[in-house]
């Protein structure tokens, strides 16, 4: 991508709006636009970002077995009344009517839809287990929105939700998704933390909320610091093995952790004083063993061996790419800016051409462009004809992991500089070095 033909609307001023970190640098970086209160453009930059985000998401939600579909964000209130929430749920809802005066809400969470999709279609405990999810935007109208897409009213979940014959079926269904979430937030180059969590207006019984520790979060948290560097399931967990998995969540729930709601201020004064970490935290994910709740009032039910019909046993797993986003920020960042992590940086490298116009400074940049471009690399080529001092802040700023500098001085050499954003190490080397580096 050539900078000077993108669209990427950096703000030189700090936005007074913006109360903390990765709010401010969001904007600044022109990733995000708010178009109404709790209500966000996500401009191109953000949007690469986003969407790397959901392709880890995606990629270990299929790795543990769950099947992607999409459901609308529109929804009819009929499902609502079936279920109960449709009083229960309150003003957080956007209620809408039709032009036929038929109530319908904004989606704020969909296990009523997918129960109806699940029940119209599945009748025998021989289509069990199943894990059913999407990617698509809610609608919370929160009473404070705040933070940017932190919280927002408008936001991006990630939503699954599992069906099984049996509390033990449905319990391997959570400890799937528990594993599947730990490794995702390990990709995303964050520490997620499960904690012992209320239920909420969900509902149910076993739930934990991945929460990563953050003095912005407005978690208050309690848990044993050994967490911080416990081991992530490897690639090749096999999420087939109940033994396995149950392995997994006994060794991740084996110590203190609990968000305020739960917390037991007893067991958490058990664990040596050393070891206590009482902080605040950023709720990144939430997963949800709820049983029969859903299933019993919406009447989904399918036929076991025995012959006889049973309610499917339900979980729900949630994540919030939108907020995941910021989270990111909020623990890689320095003075100058963003430091993206590689697996989901808006682009792997940015070139930049420190005196545009000068004929071996462009001709420089143009063949390491198309090299890594052809490699396949996200490149970014700032080809404008700013200071370069204007170029070397942009690219702080916006974080992409490794910056090739070509100037004058050098280029007249055959050689760039090679600087890694996160550390500020940099390396004089061949322009063919440069190349060989990164393809
Ligand atoms: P919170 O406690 O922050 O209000 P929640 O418990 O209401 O979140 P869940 O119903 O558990 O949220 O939804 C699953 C995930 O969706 C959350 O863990 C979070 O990552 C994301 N999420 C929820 N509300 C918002 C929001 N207003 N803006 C951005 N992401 C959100
Ligand atoms: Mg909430
Ligand atoms: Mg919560
Ligand atoms: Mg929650």
Request: charged share 25%; with cysteine; hydrophobic share 40%.
């Amino acid at each position: 991508m050539r900078l000077s033909r993108y669209f990427m609307p950096i703000l030189k001023e700090n936005p007074k709006e913006a109360e903390i970190v990765s709010h401010r640098l969001m904007l600044r970086a022109g990733m995000i636009r708010q178009q109404s209160q709790g209500i966000y453009s996500w401009l191109p930059l953000g949007k690469r970002v986003l969407d790397k985000v959901n392709a880890i998401i995606r990629d270990e939600q299929n790795r543990a077995g769950a099947i992607e579909l999409s459901m609308p964000t529109l929804q009819s209130a009929e499902l609502w009344q079936e279920s109960g929430r449709y009083d229960a749920y309150g003003k957080e809802m956007l209620r809408i009517k039709d032009r036929q005066d038929r109530p319908m809400l904004y989606g704020p969470t969909n296990e009523e839809m997918v129960t109806d999709i699940f029940r119209s279609s599945v009748k025998s405990y021989k289509d069990l287990p199943l894990n059913l999810y999407h990617i698509q935007l809610k609608f919370r109208d929160e009473i404070r929105p705040r933070f940017g897409t932190m919280r927002s009213r408008e936001f991006m979940m990630k939503d699954a939700y599992s069906f099984d014959l049996t509390r033990e079926g449905a319990e391997h269904s959570y400890n799937k998704m528990f594993a599947a979430y730990l490794r995702t937030f390990d990709r995303l180059g964050l520490r997620a933390i499960p904690m012992r969590a209320d239920t909420g207006p969900i509902g149910g019984k076993l739930s934990h909320e991945f929460i990563i520790l953050a003095d912005t979060g407005e978690s208050e948290v309690f848990c044993h610091k050994d967490f911080v560097d416990f081991d992530i399931p490897g690639a090749h967990t096999d999420f087939d093995s109940v033994e396995g998995l149950q392995a997994i969540f006994d060794k991740w729930t084996s110590l203190y952790a609990a968000t305020s709601e739960m917390h037991d201020e007893a067991a958490f004064n058990a664990v040596p004083e050393g070891d206590r970490l009482s902080a605040r935290g950023i709720e990144v994910g939430h997963i949800f063993y709820f049983g029969t709740k859903y299933s019993e009032p919406m009447g989904a039910k399918v036929q076991g061996p025995d012959g006889k019909e049973h309610f499917v046993h339900m979980g729900s797993y949630g994540i919030g790419p939108t907020r995941l986003v910021p989270a990111i920020i909020e623990a890689s960042h320095d003075d100058n800016g963003i430091i993206w992590p590689a697996s989901v940086a808006p682009f792997d490298i940015v070139v930049i051409n420190m005196k545009a116009g000068d004929q071996a400074c462009d001709d420089t940049c143009e063949l390491i462009y198309a090299a890594l471009t052809k490699a396949g690399k996200d490149v970014l080529y700032d080809d404008t004809d700013d200071r370069a001092g204007t170029k070397f802040a942009t690219a702080d700023l916006i974080g992409v992991p490794v910056q090739i500098i070509a100037g004058p001085r050098a280029v007249a050499n055959g050689e760039v500089e090679v600087k890694d954003r996160k550390t500020g190490a940099r390396e004089t080397m061949t322009i063919e070095a440069a190349i060989n580096r990164f393809v």
